[in-house]
């Protein structure tokens, strides 16, 4: 079981960052989505996050930022990104942020050579 205390940063507010972000955000944990697409962050903490589909239509309130050094500890970070699009820069700002019994979850899609 999740405790209500825990939060999570998402390391891309994609398709894939936004579900998994949302739904936690749903069950009231506190989340953090990190993005590099600024309009689409600034949309998100203006009007909240909008999810479609199974459960119904519905805006979730959430955190969206371009800058991981601006966020507290975390309890657990999932990355929903490409590898292209995965900054070394962004992972070690995250890790700093981590608390002692932190989680990290990579779902990371790379393109086979």
Avoid: Q
Wanted: overall charge positive; charged content about 25%.
């Amino acid at each position: 079981m999740i405790k209500k205390d825990t939060k999570v940063a998402v390391l891309g507010a994609g398709a894939m960052g936004c579900l998994f972000g949302g739904l936690l955000a749903e069950k009231g944990l506190e989340v953090h989505l990190i993005d590099v697409w600024k309009e689409h962050v600034d949309e998100i903490n203006s009007k909240g996050l909008k999810m479609m589909g199974h459960g119904g239509d519905r805006t979730v309130k959430i955190h969206a930022t371009t800058d991981p050094k601006t966020l507290k500890p975390v309890d657990a970070i999932i990355i929903m990104c490409k590898a292209t699009a995965l900054e070394p820069v962004s992972y070690t700002h995250l890790r700093a942020h981590e608390t002692p019994e932190h989680l990290v979850l990579r779902l990371v899609l790379e393109k086979k050579k």
